[in-house]
């Protein structure tokens, strides 16, 4: 539809990127298994994953800088397996469409 959906879900059901972190977009690459927001911007063309916008930085535990280092927000377009997702949401069904 031209839209993206802003969801809250457990960030638990997400498998973790086995890569670096730079360069394997598939998959969290945090640790953190808390209640987490992303945006879903689309999803690949076998529909197996969501390409979404995630907003925790890659180093959240270590970089007291963040934003401003140049580094910290290189693992914000990833992608997520879409039943897994389905099944974060299990708990909170938190969902927001807004128009682009």
Do not use: C
């Not at 209640?35 to 969501?50: A, E, M, P, Q, T």
Request: charged fraction near 20%; glycine fraction near 8%.
């Amino acid at each position: 539809k031209g839209n993206l959906a802003m969801i809250v879900f457990n960030t638990g059901y997400i498998s973790k990127a086995t890569g670096d972190y730079t360069t394997d977009l598939f998959g969290k690459y945090y640790s953190s298994i808390v209640d987490h927001f992303i945006i879903i911007k689309g999803y690949s063309l076998n529909k197996k994953y969501f390409v979404i916008y995630d907003s925790i930085p890659s180093d959240w535990d270590t970089n007291k800088v963040r934003y401003s280092d140049g580094v910290t927000m290189l693992g914000a377009n990833r992608y997520y397996e879409v039943n897994e997702v389905y099944k974060g949401m299990t708990q909170t069904k938190s969902v927001i469409e807004i128009a682009r």
